[in-house]
């Protein structure tokens, strides 16, 4: 036992208590477990069964004789009590409890258990029948070497004069000297064999220091499978706490987000009940006009008939005919009020679109003023009594006469809706096409009734903000060619005043730090570290703050990188238009896998610029000389891709900054011509597009035109930041 090679002063009460009676032990027995405790706390604890559990485990104990007594003495712990008892008297200045003086205690009979000074230990000796008795001395007690042999031998139980120091191995047993020439006596057929309990000791220590050793290494497995599942527990409370504020910051998201619904409805309905009202306001104030000049015109003639005499009513008879034929003769139209304004919410917790006000004469109208490029939920409402057996066609045209139809589905209250994206300013059409149930007749009918709606779309300028001018002040930019977001700070490239400056998604300055060389592209990994490459061919790791992790060179394998994107485990991806190609390094710098080459093919470049990863680590490629985009997986084995270049709004003309939101969606800066004149018609635009290449929609900037955008980045709440390198510029738009 570890606790054997302690010093005597370290075997306090806690290791020599019993856990049931919470004692020193008494009698102390061993159970199969190897938990330790008082026989009468066992005798006690068993309730007369042959059989029970151990009172600190649920190990179970099985009585091989009548009582505990059958159970072994712990005799390492009796020598334990005996040095303990020793060394407490000595501390009391216990006397001798033998011959009753007032000697001085200087030893033990662990047999009598009683203290016993220098004259009884040596009467002890010279009696012969105690002359057997085990005593420990104070002398002993001071010599460590003695204090873990020690251990008292018991006295044989046939044979009560002598100690048990021998062993039957056939029987399993504990004899004494008489015993080997009795009952224990090998020959004459009998298979015991008795020896000395030292020799037979060393024979089966041996096994159990090995099985020690084995029991050791399986607790060392358990220890450091404790420490396993110690680590797995803090990181399940960690990424439960993670993933509490996610929740959290959604549900906050998600209140802000209703709370300026409900703003923005409400304000809606201010609008309308105006609208409603003013019409109505102005006519109450007309009656209460003509009310007033009725009233006085009534008394006044009253007062006359009632009070005047008849000179004065024959002289006003002519006046007062004339005015009560006026009076009499007013009459103003007024049709009651029918349509009320209604409200009407689908799925509104899933989708906050789905939330409108109408008046319920309308049939056709949209649920907010339409912005190029951007979503507008168009609603038709049969009325009383129409019944659709199929879904109508909504049908938009344009202001230059294109035509779309728009798919409808069912929403409730017996509406339906489409999604209506848009793609030039100015006024539009809007009017039901097909649906219905019946013959032509009925759908001629049906249709009639539903008027079309003219609709003016606005220009999708920047939606929030545009911030920046030259300068080398905070919040002034020279030359920012990239940017990136994470959570609500926006990184910028302020490329030739050497620093990157972080912003808040209104634009606002929060700080920024230098950079060793001009950055050109930057990238914000998960953990929030800045990832920024300069003009110099160099890659430069930092902190949150701004300070300097570690950097690695390019310029070994790359001769012109320019745009960076960083994996979720800290790979880094380079794209360089020198080499037409895409290069991938670990965090540390050592190059992992290079692919690409000039050429139209898959898995090759012309002149790519700038690369982002999704939300899966897919790689995505802007490949602007090729005016298409490449996608790869997150190891650069190619995927698919889509794109080509012409002047239509789904076209690309030099595809530049790109980047992926969390649903995957692709949005996409194009340079365009090198034009001063932008628009559409010239590339420079923004495109968005889903994960397979599907043209969403493209946003023009009429009102503030894009002079070169480069870098662009995503937030959560469907906006894009767009850098202006020409305009030393940040500017914000709606895409989704």
């Not at 006690?44 to 600190?56: I, M």
């Amino acid at each position: 036992m570890a606790a054997a090679s302690l010093p005597l002063e370290e075997f306090d009460e806690k290791f020599l208590t019993c856990a049931v009676c919470e004692d020193i032990y008494t009698d102390p027995r061993v159970l199969p477990c190897l938990h330790t405790f008082c026989a009468r706390c066992l005798e006690k604890w068993r309730k007369g069964e042959s059989q029970f559990n151990c009172p600190t485990c649920p190990e179970q104990v099985r009585l091989q004789g009548t009582g505990v007594s059958s159970l072994p003495p712990y005799y390492f712990m009796n020598s334990l009590l005996d040095f303990r008892a020793l060394h407490d008297s000595e501390e009391a200045h216990t006397k001798c409890q033998m011959c009753k003086s007032e000697a001085k205690v200087d030893g033990r009979c662990a047999d009598c258990s009683l203290l016993l000074c220098k004259n009884c230990i040596t009467v002890h000796s010279n009696i012969s029948a105690l002359k057997d008795h085990y005593i420990i001395t104070l002398d002993d007690l001071k010599n460590p070497s003695v204090r873990p042999k020690y251990t008292r031998a018991p006295y044989c139980p046939q044979h009560t004069d002598q100690r048990v120091t021998f062993y039957c191995q056939p029987c399993a047993k504990l004899v004494c000297r008489d015993c080997t020439i009795t009952e224990h006596r090998p020959g004459n057929g009998s298979n015991h064999d008795a020896q000395e309990v030292s020799e037979v000791a060393q024979k089966y220590k041996a096994g159990l220091e090995t099985l020690v050793a084995e029991t050791k290494d399986a607790g060392d497995v358990l220890q450091k499978t404790k420490e396993t599942v110690g680590r797995e527990l803090t990181t399940i409370t960690e990424n439960c706490q993670t993933i509490r504020k996610e929740i959290e910051k959604h549900f906050a998201d998600m209140r802000a987000k209703l709370d300026e619904e409900e703003k923005k409805t409400k304000e809606k309905l201010d609008k309308m009940e105006k609208d409603q009202k003013e019409p109505l306001v102005t006519k109450e104030k007309d009656l209460e006009e003509k009310i007033k000049t009725t009233e006085e015109g009534l008394k006044f003639s009253t007062d006359i008939l009632d009070r005047g005499n008849d000179v004065e009513i024959l002289t006003l008879r002519q006046q007062l005919k004339d005015r009560l034929n006026v009076l009499s003769s007013i009459h103003i139209q007024h049709e009651a009020l029918e349509n009320k304004i209604s409200f009407q919410s689908d799925a509104l917790y899933t989708d906050l679109s789905h939330c409108y006000l109408f008046l319920s004469e309308e049939t056709l109208f949209i649920t907010e003023t339409p912005i190029e490029s951007l979503p507008t939920t168009v609603i038709f409402r049969p009325q009383k009594g129409q019944v659709c057996k199929t879904n109508p066609e909504v049908t938009v045209t344009s202001p230059g006469g294109q035509c779309v139809k728009l798919d409808t589905a069912r929403a409730s209250g017996g509406a339906f809706k489409a999604v209506w994206r848009p793609q030039t300013s100015g006024k539009h059409v809007v009017s039901v096409t097909g649906g219905g149930g019946g013959g032509w007749g009925e759908l001629l009918s049906l249709w009639s009734r539903c008027s079309p709606l003219t609709v003016d779309v606005n220009s999708n300028n920047p939606s929030l903000c545009t911030f920046g001018k030259k300068g080398s002040q905070q919040g002034q930019f020279n030359t920012p060619i990239d940017l990136a977001v994470r959570g609500d700070k926006l990184y910028v490239a302020d490329t030739f005043n050497k620093r990157v400056q972080v912003f808040d998604p209104a634009g606002n300055f929060c700080y920024s730090f230098t950079t060793t060389t001009n950055p050109v592209s930057i990238a914000v990994n998960t953990d929030g570290t800045i990832v920024a490459m300069s003009a110099g061919d160099e890659v430069e790791r930092f902190t949150p703050s701004g300070e300097l992790l570690h950097s690695f060179p390019l310029g070994e394998y790359c001769t012109d990188p320019y745009g960076l994107a960083v994996q979720r485990d800290g790979r880094v991806v380079v794209a360089d238009k020198g080499k037409h190609s895409i290069f991938m390094f670990e965090a540390d710098g050592t190059l992992v896998k290079q692919i690409g080459g000039q050429g139209q093919g898959e898995g090759q470049f012309n002149k790519p610029c700038f690369v982002c990863v999704d939300k899966e680590d897919n790689i995505i490629v802007a490949d602007k000389d090729n005016d298409r985009i490449q996608v790869f997986d997150n190891n650069l084995n190619f995927h698919h891709k889509f794109g080509q270049w012409d002047r239509q709004p789904q076209d690309m003309f030099y595809p530049m900054g790109v980047s992926a939101d969390s649903s995957g969606n692709i949005v996409l800066t194009n340079i365009g011509e090198d034009s001063d004149v932008g628009g559409v018609e010239h590339g420079k635009k923004l495109q968005v597009f889903r994960p397979d290449g599907t043209w969403v929609s493209t946003i023009s900037s009429d009102g503030e035109k894009l002079k070169k955008p480069h870098g662009v980045a995503v937030t959560e709440d469907g906006h894009v930041f767009v850098a202006d390198p020409m305009d030393h510029c940040i500017r914000k738009y709606r895409y989704m």
